[in-house]
T-cell receptor, first 113, second 118 residues
Framework: DAEITQSPRHKITETGRQVTLACHQT?????MFWYRQDLGHGLRLIHY???????NKGEVSDGYSVSRSNTEDLPLTLESAASSQTSVYFC????????????FGPGTRLTVL | DQQVKQNSPSLSVQEGRISILNCDYT??????FLWYKKYPAEGPTFLIS?????DKNEDGRFTVFLNKSAKHLSLHIVPSQPGDSAVYFC?????????????????FGQGTILTVHP
């Protein structure tokens, strides 16, 4: 069965360290998204990609970067982790087309000390 | 600037009764709306959607109503079951410019925690 996975599921790191969260999907979807979930804010879009070599900034992109070298993966990198980046991170993928259902991964809980 | 708002952080209902979750939006360019359901320690899962050309969409116990003039949508769950207890997010999307660069992007509300008591 096709799926979308995230790793690690939990991560504790220190301020200033570089952290990379992995996202891998086997749906063969062109569109991939990264969100963060915080209390009172719902899900906010960090970065997204419409295909290989395409990346775009979302509404809360500062301090984050992504790269898309193949269809299956969209890793999210925190260049220099800050306590404000403590959150739950979700990756999602979707086929092209407006309103097409986004399939979400299980999430990564990141704590920055 | 919260373009999609769910003003009720939580809702508690009795099993068998109706649950009504509300969502308001401000961007008139949104033309497709979705509801997602999220259990603890899991990712959100798609529940139901509605296009702006409709005012109602039904799927089993779930019905979504759209009032475009009021920029308001609601999710009705009838009858509510304990397994429906979860966080519900509404989301909106639309074609914002000729290039369609917002294609597939979703803007989410803050979420409403639904608790259904046996």
């Amino acid at each position: 069965d096709a799926e979308i996975t995230q790793s690690p599921r939990h991560k504790i790191t220190e301020t200033g360290r570089q952290v990379t969260l992995a996202c891998h999907q086997t749906w063969n979807h062109n569109n991939m998204f990264w969100y963060r979930q915080d209390l009172g804010h719902g899900l906010r879009l960090i970065h997204y990609s419409y295909g290989v070599q395409d990346t775009n900034k979302g509404e809360v992109s500062d301090g984050y970067s992504v790269s898309r070298s193949n269809t299956e993966d969209l890793p999210l990198t925190l260049e220099s982790a800050a306590s404000s980046q403590t959150s739950v991170y979700f990756c999602a993928s979707a086929s092209q087309g407006i309103g097409n259902e986004q399939f979400f991964g299980p999430g990564t809980r990141l704590t920055v000390l | 600037d919260q373009q999609v708002k769910q003003n009720s952080p939580s809702l508690s209902v009795q099993e068998g009764r109706i649950s009504i979750l509300n969502c308001d939006y401000t961007n008139s360019m949104f033309d497709y709306f979705l509801w997602y359901k999220k259990y603890p320690a899991e990712g959100p899962t798609f529940l139901i959607s509605i296009s702006s050309i409709k005012d109602k969409n039904e799927d089993g116990r779930f019905t979504v109503f759209l009032n475009k003039s009021a920029k308001h949508l609601s999710l009705h769950i009838v009858p509510s079951q304990p397994g429906d207890s979860a966080v519900y997010f509404c989301a909106a999307t639309g074609r914002f410019n000729a290039g369609g660069t917002s294609y597939g992007k979703l803007t989410f509300g803050q979420g409403t925690i639904l608790t259904v008591h046996p």
